[in-house]
């Protein structure tokens, strides 16, 4: 969810005079993720492309074994767990990495956070028993969420996920510079839409439902979920959640980062 300057300016100049107007904008912002064309790449040669009962495709890296399903983020994509599924298939774990909706060949024509909890919960009724859920930015809340919603889980990680979902469309409500009826609005328009009241998704509501060990990787310096809402999670979670807080790896570099495959690795198979 980030947007042009071109709609940033926009945004700017036309939500004190019209404020629905604006507000859809921001709705529309936050709805419809660029249709991204990518390269096959060696993920996918490594793994089985498969499509789940609902059309939901994922890649699958590991033959046999318990479940992890993985979710990436807005505007990412299942090839972001490659270094992840080998090595979770190497120690005898299945891994699916799912299309989320609205993303690469998905039929959805939209996302948000309430869809992509659905399609966790999805896979988990057809996958199940799941041994464990790796989200990453907004997979990462869904992956949460999903929890709270049925989800159930030996382990759960959170890669530069945000803490609920409030701050996320705040932070795009400021980059558009909508005024306050606009922006109130557009909150208004999305808890609509996802069928999430933005309340009920912070940690401090989430976690008091949850009893999975989380895991939660976040770096310093992520440009785009600041690390404050790592140490909000970890605040509300007691002592069932570890931190492991990387430097210089931003938003998505992180998955790829060897330590942190590791960890994640270590993590689920203890």
């Known amino acids: 969810m980030n947007p042009?300057?071109?709609?940033?300016?926009?945004?700017?100049?036309v939500?004190?005079?019209l404020p629905a107007a604006s507000a859809r904008l921001a709705e529309s912002l936050a709805t419809q993720p660029r249709r991204r064309?990518?390269?096959?790449?060696?993920?996918?040669?490594?793994?089985?492309?498969?499509?789940?009962?609902?059309?939901?495709?994922?890649?699958?890296?590991?033959?046999?074994?318990?479940?992890i399903i993985a979710l990436h983020g807005w505007e990412g994509r299942p090839q972001q767990f490659r270094s992840l599924g080998i090595d979770l298939a190497g120690r005898g774990y299945?891994?699916?990495?799912?299309?989320a909706p609205g993303h690469g060949d998905s039929p959805d024509r939209e996302a948000h956070p309430?869809?992509?909890?659905?399609?966790l919960l999805e896979a988990a009724g057809e996958l199940g028993p799941v041994h464990g859920v790796i989200g990453h930015s907004m997979g990462a809340g869904a992956a949460l969420l999903a929890q709270?919603?049925?989800l159930r889980v030996e382990r759960s990680v959170c890669v530069a996920g945000p803490a609920g979902y409030r701050g996320v469309l705040e932070r795009l409500a400021d980059q558009l510079g909508l005024a306050p009826a606009s922006r109130a609005s557009f909150l208004r328009a999305m808890e609509a839409r996802t069928g999430l009241l933005l309340n009920q998704t912070h940690p401090a509501e989430v976690l008091k439902s949850?009893?999975?060990?989380?895991?939660?990787?976040?770096?310093?310096?992520?440009?785009?979920v600041p690390y404050a809402d790592a140490e909000a999670i970890v605040r509300h979670g007691s002592d069932r959640v570890d931190l492991l807080a990387t430097r210089g790896l931003g938003h998505g570099r992180v998955l790829k980062d060897r330590a942190v495959v590791e960890t994640i690795t270590d993590f689920m198979h203890s």
């Open 4 to 13: 042009s300057a071109l709609i940033r300016n926009i945004g700017r100049l």
């Open 210 to 224: 949850i009893d999975t060990r989380l895991l939660i990787v976040h770096d310093h310096d992520d440009p785009v």
């Open 94 to 99: 299945q891994v699916f990495a799912l299309t």
């Open 15 to 17: 939500s004190p005079v």
């Open 37 to 67: 064309s990518f390269r096959s790449d060696d993920a996918e040669a490594d793994a089985e492309t498969v499509t789940l009962r609902f059309g939901l495709k994922a890649l699958r890296w590991g033959e046999s074994g318990p479940v």
């Open 148 to 150: 709270v919603n049925g």
């Open 114 to 119: 309430g869809l992509f909890v659905d399609a």
